[in-house]
């Protein structure tokens, strides 16, 4: 799920009693008062933890959008444009 705003990362963890990378948290809680550095910080972290899951042998990535669509299409964009993709076929 791309985290872009740490209301809605806060919020969510509550709901499902789930924990959040405090590195993460601490990168969208800074960028609080401008929406696009909320989405770059959290387009960049998915995009190097979706990179780093494939270069440790994820046979594959789904990404679930929850109405964030764009964020996951840049996520996306960025794994296929990095030198260490494994993605080789998109579905």
Request: hydrophobic share 45%.
């Amino acid at each position: 799920m791309p985290a872009t705003d740490h209301r809605q990362i806060a919020r969510f963890a509550e709901l499902s009693d789930a924990t959040f990378p405090a590195v993460l948290a601490d990168r969208l809680y800074a960028a609080r008062d401008n929406a696009a550095d909320g989405y770059r910080v959290g387009v960049e972290y998915a995009s190097d933890m979706a990179e780093w899951l494939l270069a440790e042998g994820a046979p594959g990535l789904h990404y679930i959008t929850l109405n964030k669509s764009t964020a996951a299409l840049d996520i996306h964009r960025n794994v296929l444009a990095s030198p260490s993709s494994r993605i080789l076929n998109v579905c």
